[in-house]
């Protein structure tokens, strides 16, 4: 979040974009259309398409990447995204959308335990066999 302090009125094009957040042109363009990040064109110039971004813009996509190394799914992300931004009250609707997310986490650690557990004992049988 400390581009956002350092850019507060600045915008930037896709490419300095990406430099920022680390993310590739192709993301970023792909969360574009998904409608998670908006880019705004400049109305006085038309000999070109391109998009500036703002401040918002790095803060979004840092949320964005936080929240897909902890497991939220694109969906999840795009439902965060509006009820951080763009809802008044959005308390309830985000504690609920990040209590589902720990309930699965806790669901698949008991997954896994199991499963390890299952393998060990696989594998304490086949170390028997071979003695």
Known sequence: MLYC??????TMLINELSKRTGLSI???????N???IKG????KVVSNNYKHYDANTIERLEIIIEARE??????EIKK???SWFETID????TLELFQAKIKEIDDKMKYFKQTKS???KVCEKIQSNND
């Open 26 to 32: 192709h993301t970023i363009r792909y969360y574009e």
């Open 118 to 120: 299952l393998l060990e």
């Open 70 to 75: 902890v497991g939220f799914t694109l969906a």
């Open 40 to 43: 705004l064109t400049d109305e």
């Open 34 to 36: 998904l409608g998670m």
């Open 5 to 10: 302090f350092l850019l507060k009125n600045k």
């Open 90 to 93: 959005s308390k309830p609707e």
């Open 80 to 82: 965060i995204l509006t």
